[in-house]
């Protein structure tokens, strides 16, 4: 159900009753539907407004993909320069081209790129292209990892179990996945000992973003890179949300370790809806014959192509990934000191671009361990934060943009504060 504990303004109450009329939820994506329900009205740069008059330092950024800030200029012009010359013509262009090059330019170790629309869609092209290449049809993949919601990548834990996460999901889309958990090198060793001639590829996020933003620990990518090669099986790294934002490699050049094949969304594109699958010409290649079905109307249209171009040129250019380093860190340490100053048990940890904020003191290293932290109690704190100017959700993830400077730093401390001077916490 919505989340109703956030005392909304009367024209988001309004809107919010129209939408539920025509809109299950009233959102279209059910992530949102325990997200704060005011409607927004226009967002620039860190900050988002709402319908009713009330401002948000945004630390949600549209779930990642607006690391440089709400509407940049030099993307949106792009963009709509280029889409007055024609939207999508069913045939090749030379921005296709451009965004390609550059792409493969900032990742550094892909030799080629295909664009799709989400990042769910792409995380499918890599694993058919890895079972293609291989012949074989298994996948390992890892407990509190996300790669889109469709039947055979979206899972739940039950009891210990990870099988379906919704009604209407086939049970038997997910047998082909073995589910491990993350950060353990000798359990991929024994997975792969079992099952290594039927595994085609070991798929992660580098960091594992979407589960209390943890790290790798010191010599395990490394070490599932040496066991996929020994195994010939596809290494995939699902940067969708790690991509361009921890830098412009993203998590495989952050650890110095490259996949095989990788996808890319979110940031990529400047908060337009563009995802890519990057990967080495003896694997990619497979789509260039025909051997392997990559399709999608609207790959490669002029406005993904544009907007990727801007954006990527602009973080060649001008790469803003100390600056966003910086705030982050100054930021982890404010709202960690003010955790203190009120007796909280406050946590934050993670990387500076994207952390994660919960209670508890635990030692976390995988899905598993960041279950004894009090999970229930930050996503309590998020409803108040929001009534207090803050655009964060329950999951405790924040993301930092280009454009989170001074101003929003000082904003962001003096809101938290008042949240937990208020009873909140
Ligand atoms: N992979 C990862 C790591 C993600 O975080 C997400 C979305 O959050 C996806 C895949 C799916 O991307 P999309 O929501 O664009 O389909």
Sequence with gaps: MPNDSTRLGPRSAELRRRAAARTPGGVHSNVRLTGAQEF?????????????????????????PNFLGHAPDHVVDAVSDACRRGVIFGGQHELEVQASELVCRAVGWADMIRFGV?????????????????????????EGHYHGWLDNVLTAARDGHWGVATKGQVARHLDD?????????????????????????????????????????????????????RHGVVLIFDEVISGFRLGLGGGAERYGVPPDLATYGKAIAGGFPVAALVGRAELMSRFGTGEVNHSGTFNGSVMATAAVAATVTS????????????????????????GIEHGLPLRVEGLPAA??????????????????????????LSRVLVEHGLWVTGRGVWYVSACHGEEELDAALTRFEKALRDGAG
């Excluded at 927004?40 to 009713?52: F, M, N, P, Q, T």
């Excluded at 989400?118 to 012949?135: D, H, K, P, W």
């Excluded at 990934?321 to 709202?335: P, Q, W």
């Excluded at 995988?366 to 004894?372: A, E, S």
Aim: with cysteine; proline share 4%; hydrophobic share 40%.
């Design 177 to 229: 996945f073995i589910v491990l958990p993350w950060n353990d090198a000798e359990q991929v060793a024994d997975a792969l000992d079992r099952h290594g001639e039927q595994v085609a590829a070991v798929i992660m996020e580098p960091v594992m973003i979407n589960a209390g933003v943890i790290e790798p620990l010191p010599g395990y990518l490394e070490a599932v890179r040496r066991l996929c090669d």
């Design 118 to 142: 989400s990042g769910t869609e792409v995380v499918q092209g890599a694993l058919r292209l890895a079972r293609a290449a291989t012949g074989r049809t298994k996948v390992i993949r890892f």
């Design 40 to 64: 927004i009205e226009r967002a620039k740069g860190a900050w988002l407004y709402s319908v009713d008059g009330r401002d948000y330092v945004d630390y949600l950024l549209g779930q990642g």
């Design 315 to 338: 973080l060649l250019e001008d790469p803003p990934y100390e600056r966003v380093a910086k705030h982050g860190r100054t930021l982890m340490v404010g709202l960690r000191d003010l």
């Design 355 to 380: 952390f994660h904020v919960s209670f508890g003191d635990a030692e976390v290293r995988d899905y598993r361990t960041l279950q004894r932290l009090d999970l229930a109690r930050y996503e309590r």
